[in-house]
């Protein structure tokens, strides 16, 4: 079983719609947890980061984590076109720790 | 948080030659790695490169294979050696600025996309 697990789509949705992304884990010492957006043809880039359990809201994102089940989520309101990447979540046990990453979930958004 | 070129963006090249990969940062980071990402795999870690020591290398990946060189605190090459077709893949090199309250996470460059023909 690996430590972090991610549906890797891909998802297509409308324009507007609320977008659901999530991973499941094994490892129950993960505290930090943190979601990135990867365009096609670039690197990852850091979109969310929340610490032990609970909502993180920045915008259009909100970021939840559960740990009594070893889930975490990400939410897109009023998704966009140009929310089209793919989102990996990674976590780790400590602020110095490895980071372990999902294999990732492409997202599509059509107009 | 800091900053990465890497270079080559994108190559194409012969099965049994080599390619060095760069990447140079902004900033001084002592914690830099190189990871390897397949199409609809996870991001899989080569090796982690700290300045003054020699590179750790994943259960998988060996320094005959991938050399890394990190001469000073802003850069560090990674060379895929000896290449084959299963080698082609995106490389990208991170860092990591959680110990100096730079970032929450790993920053990346933005990957070399190779193929291998």
């Known amino acids: 079983q690996k430590e972090v697990e991610q549906d890797p789509g891909p998802l297509s949705v409308p324009e507007g719609a609320i977008v659901s992304l999530n991973c499941t884990y094994s490892?129950?010492?993960?505290?930090?947890f943190m979601w990135y957006r990867q365009y096609s043809r670039k690197g990852p880039e850091l979109l969310m980061y929340?610490?032990?359990?609970g909502n993180k809201e920045d915008g259009r994102f909100t970021a939840q984590v559960d740990k009594s089940s070893k889930y975490i989520s990400l939410f897109i309101r009023d998704s966009q076109p140009s929310d089209s990447a793919t989102y990996l979540c990674a976590m780790s046990v400590s602020n110095t720790d490895k980071l372990i990453f999902g294999t990732g979930t492409r997202l599509q958004v059509f107009p | 948080s800091a900053v990465i070129s890497q270079k080559p963006s994108r190559d194409i090249c012969q099965r049994g030659t080599s390619l060095t990969i760069q990447c140079q940062v902004d900033s001084q980071v002592t914690m830099m790695f190189w990871y390897r990402q397949q199409p609809g795999q996870s991001l899989t870690l080569i090796a982690t490169a700290n300045q003054g020591s020699e590179a750790t290398y994943e259960s998988g990946f060996v320094i005959d294979k991938f050399p890394i060189s990190r001469p000073n605190l802003t850069f560090s090459t990674l060379t895929v050696s000896n290449m084959s077709p299963e080698d082609s893949s995106i490389y990208l090199c991170s860092v990591d600025e959680r110990g100096q309250g730079k970032s929450f996470g790993y920053t990346f460059g933005s990957g070399t996309r190779l193929t291998v023909v």
């Open positions: 929340t610490y032990s359990s």
């Open positions: 490892n129950s010492a993960f505290q930090y």
